[in-house]
């Protein structure tokens, strides 16, 4: 069974018999006898991969648990004998991901050579439902606005802010509110990320519609557009803190109408959440404040100078762009 979920994760039976340290043919014999003694196909197969079928999946949500567990006894029995081992899975949302999974991995890897690590980024609905099915043991998220039935634990809140090529001739009210975004050619999120749901509830708080030029839901490459256009975007700190330590773009807070989103850790309430996990979490939580304090010395306040209030791009004829 352990194979098959490997399996079902990787989507890849190279990927999956690497991770597991045995040969292709090895983890294709074991996974043909259980399609065999379960008279169900499991998988479709093609040259993009290994797709879970109807039965694949319905096997994932049964056996997934079982197996976590399973491994969380095994994790607490080492534990016993003053050792933090196991395998831990956990997703993140992008903007957490882009700062933090290359300097927490390391150090888990560092200070925790028995812990296997599986991380993994996508959308905060994706994520949940990831752990639902007990594909993941935990995930950060933003906090959803609707009610979830996973157990969730705040984490931090988070400054959103405006931000913009460094040298753009851009000018900016001398108090700037959430609203006057709506004179900007933006570049947000699309409708499927958690941030532009925030962003969206936010501007049908104060009565505007928000219309980006362009939508883009890899930060990175959204944040490489405001360095180099003059489009304008309203981010997370910690999602724009590569570029503003860079000196690519500068971000403002808004003086008015200010918008915090939360970041939260979630995981099942039927599932322990093992040592191995807990230490895992740790190091992702500080690697996280620390990144978020790191982004706030470089955002600056709204312009407060003489100069008449911000200018509008002319805008061309509207194509709306979905990447």
């Known amino acids: 069974m352990q194979y098959f979920l490997c399996l079902a994760e990787e989507k890849n039976v190279t990927r999956a018999a690497r991770q597991l340290n045995i040969v292709q043919p090895a983890l294709s014999m074991q996974i043909a006898k259980l399609e065999a003694e379960l008279g169900q196909k499991l998988f479709d197969r093609s040259v993009q991969g290994m797709t879970l079928t109807s039965a694949g999946e319905a096997l994932v949500r049964l056996t997934a648990p079982i197996l976590r567990d399973a491994e969380y006894a095994r994790q607490e029995m080492a534990q016993l004998g003053g050792r933090i081992s196991g395998r831990v899975s956990v997703g993140l949302i992008t903007s957490v991901a882009q700062s933090t999974m290359a300097s927490s991995s390391a150090t888990v890897a560092s200070r925790y050579p028995e812990i296997t690590l599986s991380a993994c980024e996508g959308y905060t609905e994706t994520l949940v439902d990831w752990v639902n099915t007990g ?189």
Not at 302 to 320: G, M, V, Y
């Open 135 to 323: 594909q993941l043991d935990l995930a950060l998220i933003n906090v959803p606005r609707r009610k979830t039935s996973l157990a969730a634990h705040h984490i931090m809140d988070e400054e959103m802010v405006f931000a913009c090529r460094k040298d753009s001739a851009l000018r900016l009210p001398a108090k700037l509110r959430f609203d006057h975004i709506a004179g900007f050619d933006l570049v947000l999120p699309s409708k499927r990320h958690g941030l532009r749901l925030i962003l969206d509830e936010q501007a049908a708080a104060v009565g505007i519609d928000l219309r980006p030029r362009l939508e883009l839901d890899t930060l990175p490459a959204l944040c490489d557009v405001i360095a180099t256009t003059d489009f304008a975007t309203v981010l997370p700190t910690i999602a724009l803190r590569q570029s503003l330590a860079s000196g690519a773009i500068r971000a403002h807070r808004f003086d008015e109408q200010r918008i915090v989103r939360s970041i939260a850790w979630v995981h099942h309430p039927r599932r322990a959440v093992s040592v191995a996990a807990k230490a895992v979490l740790d190091v992702i939580s500080h690697d996280l404040a620390q990144a978020a304090a790191v982004a706030r010395e470089f955002v600056e306040p709204a312009s407060t100078d003489s100069r008449p209030p911000f200018r509008k791009l002319r805008r061309a004829p509207r194509r709306k762009a979905i990447f």
